[in-house]
């Protein structure tokens, strides 16, 4: 173990929005191999046994210093008997044998192949391996039973499966900032999701629109979906309307009015002047009242705002959403306007969005 200056392990809290997570940590080995386990357990349906191996690993990610020991380990909040034999195959042996298995599986092969297409969730993806299924090529034979946004996910799976990188969301994110000031002048355009937390490369693009004017936003997005599709810019659209306060909310899901989007992005310099690459973009509308804490739900990580969640129902008794801050007791949404005064009010100290990569 090299000494270190930072604070003893002993004091990492429980909660892992009281923890700051850099994107870059020091215990790779062992959260990949946690990691992979949370995925098998969730492709089995497990989502309680996939939140410990999780847990297990966003604790790791916080850590300081490469974990030396076992012994170090009785330090870590949320770490279980078999989370704890993982942790040790792996400091021993430099793998674990349970997850090198995982990993050759053929369930977990095709259930990574098949979760990875865009519209194609874990139920789906359970399903079509019950059937048999295993590859793309058997996918695509099955057309009929794909949904439209299966069909485009799999259409452009090569192009999807390419991480974008931070140059090109920038891109994406000002070609629709220009397209949304030209309908809305003062419309605001947010880069959110991981490369907001630093990442230099994603998955997707996820953009928060809003206005300074609440109320205004709502003639946003109509209006730009049909501008980017009339200029071609657009490989695939689904939108969705505002339900906020019309539905009571089914999940943890937000309910703004949003588009999932397949979006055709120019690649200048590729050589080709005609090249162009297919890219998920998410677009998300929030009215200004609420723009903060949208801003903070968009960010994530995922896990990062699951533990803000529930640290505000376990520990304050309020109900965090993307839409506000509800205090049960005084039956009233607790205003702010900066990320800032909404840690301030959960009594959290200020987690920066490059620190939450929990
Ligand atoms: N999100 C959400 N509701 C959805 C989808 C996403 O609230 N229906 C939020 C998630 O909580 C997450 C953020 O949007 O914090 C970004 O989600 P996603 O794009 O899936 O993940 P990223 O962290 O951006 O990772 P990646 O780089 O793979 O895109
Ligand atoms: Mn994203
Ligand atoms: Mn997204």
Not at 175 to 192: F, S, W
Not at 207 to 231: D, I, K, T, Y
Not at 284 to 291: L, N
Not at 315 to 344: C, K, N, V, W
């Amino acid at each position: 173990v090299t000494p270190s200056k930072e604070p003893d392990p002993a004091v990492l809290p429980a909660y892992g929005c009281q923890r700051r997570t850099p994107l870059a940590h020091h215990n790779a080995m062992l959260t990949e191999a946690l990691e992979t386990l949370a995925r098998d357990a969730a492709f089995s349906g497990d989502e309680t046994r996939s939140l410990a191996f999780t847990r297990a690993a966003s604790a790791l990610k916080a850590l300081p210093r490469r974990l030396g020991s076992l012994r170090d380990l009785a330090a870590l909040p949320g770490v279980g008997k078999h989370c704890r034999r993982v942790i040790q195959e792996v400091l021993e042996d430099g793998s674990s044998a349970e997850v090198e298995a995982v990993r050759r599986s053929e369930r977990y092969r095709t259930m990574q192949l098949f979760t990875g297409i865009f519209g194609v969730g874990t139920r789906t993806a359970a399903s079509w391996y019950q059937e048999g299924l295993r590859t793309l090529a058997d996918l695509r034979a099955t057309g009929p039973r794909l949904s439209r946004q299966q069909q485009a996910g799999l259409q452009y799976w090569e192009d999807l499966a390419t991480p974008v990188t931070l140059a090109e969301a920038e891109a994406i994110r000002e070609l629709v900032q220009a397209e949304a000031q030209r309908i809305l002048p003062d419309a605001t355009v947010t880069l959110v999701g991981g490369f907001r937390r630093g990442k230099p490369m994603g998955h997707d693009v996820d953009l928060l629109l809003s206005h300074p004017e609440e109320g205004r936003e709502q003639a946003l997005l109509g209006p730009l979906v049909a501008s980017l599709e009339q200029q071609g810019l657009l490989l695939y659209q689904q939108r969705q309307p505002n339900t906020f306060g019309q539905e009571p909310s089914s999940s943890s899901m937000d309910q703004f009015e949003r588009c999932f989007a397949i979006a055709r992005l120019a690649l200048p310099g590729a050589g080709d002047p005609g090249a162009w690459r297919a890219t998920r973009v998410d677009l998300v509308v929030a009215p200004r009242s609420q723009f903060a804490f949208a801003l903070l739900g968009w960010t994530g990580s995922r896990h990062f705002e699951r533990e803000l969640r529930r640290f505000a129902g376990r520990q304050r008794g309020l109900a965090l959403s993307s839409h506000g801050l509800y205090d049960p007791q005084r039956e009233m949404f607790l205003p702010a306007t900066t990320e800032e005064e909404i840690f301030q009010l959960l009594g959290l100290d200020y987690v920066a969005p490059t620190e939450r990569n929990a």
